[in-house]
């Protein structure tokens, strides 16, 4: 029995060495590096879908929306599975961290840190989901998702709140882009910048960036809010509902152009991150 004991741990020991190691290999971390990369690519597709939307046009202002108009350019699919790839590896990178990093720092700050390396875990794993959906031919509806989701956890007790709260939470989130925009605590994410005229462009397309992604979470979550609030999940019609509902506003569209110029700053910044962000 405790021979079975130790094989056991000895083989956990194993895992948990193999998998510190691959978290540390070089070759992941530049696949990684790729997916910060991917991610400003879809928030530059999203940025120009919500500027056309603010000066007339049509279209889909969120992840599908920039996953498919990138599926429709040529040679797409190539890049729709670099997507994937990039983007599973940084999802993977972040859920090490999440796992083994940040040793060093006292207790309080290395959970605060471990939590947030396995919520963008989720994010990338979900961003490189939809990725794997188009570059197989599929295709998806964020807004129709967001509202299926939001009706089926309103069916449960205390489904409301917990829709109020993630509202909330996302709403928050926005809250603290604006907040690390205009004080540029984002710069703590880089390292080696570029001296000169490069570095400043970098400060500022991450200023105006993070402000102009905070806009739109906040938008987003009030949304569902809202949906908590009136009971009703065809509110929360995620980020391409969001940006339509601030164009339905007084000066809407200008401030729609806004914030489309701010997505697109953002992804300029994350397309820095992926070359000087801190791994």
């Known amino acids: ?15 948990k060495d193999g998998a510190e190691e691959a978290s540390e290999s070089k070759t992941l971390e530049v696949v990684a590096r790729f997916g910060w990369a991917a991610n400003g690519l879809m928030h530059l597709l999203i940025g120009y879908i919500a500027l056309r939307l603010g000066l007339g046009a049509s279209g889909e202002a969120d992840q599908a929306g920039a996953i498919s108009q990138l599926a429709s350019t040529p040679g797409g699919v190539f890049l729709l599975w670099a997507g994937l790839i990039a983007c599973a590896a940084l999802a993977l990178w972040q859920l090490a961290d999440a796992a083994f990093g940040y040793r060093g720092l006292e207790t309080k700050k ?6 947030k390396a396995a919520g963008l875990a989720i994010v990338f794993a979900a961003i490189g989901f939809t990725f794997g959906i188009y570059a197989l031919g599929g295709k ?22 917990v829709l109020f709260l993630i509202g909330a939470g996302i709403a928050i989130a926005g809250v603290f ?3 690390k925009g205009i004080t540029q605590k984002f710069l703590k994410d880089l390292q080696s910048l570029p001296p000169g005229g490069a570095r400043i462009g970098i400060s500022w397309a991450g200023s105006f960036g993070y402000v102009g992604k ?25 980020l391409d ?11 809407g569209d200008a401030a729609l152009v ?13 397309g820095a991150r992926a070359r000087y962000g801190k791994m």
């Open 1 to 15: 029995m405790s021979g079975g004991v130790e094989k056991a741990k000895h083989q956990a020991k194993r895992a």
């Open 258 to 270: 806004v914030v489309a110029l701010g997505l697109i700053c953002y992804g300029l910044y994350l």
């Open 140 to 161: 998806s509806d964020s807004s129709q998702s967001s509202q299926d989701a939001s009706a089926q956890l309103m069916a449960f007790p205390g489904g409301t709140l």
């Open 177 to 179: 882009y604006i907040y």
């Open 214 to 238: 905070g806009a739109a979470l906040l938008v987003l979550g009030i949304l569902f809010s809202v949906a908590a609030f009136q009971q009703d999940p065809q509110e929360a019609k995620g």
């Open 110 to 115: 290395k959970w605060g840190k471990r939590f």
């Open 241 to 251: 509902g969001a940006l339509k509902a601030l164009k339905e506003q007084p000066f």
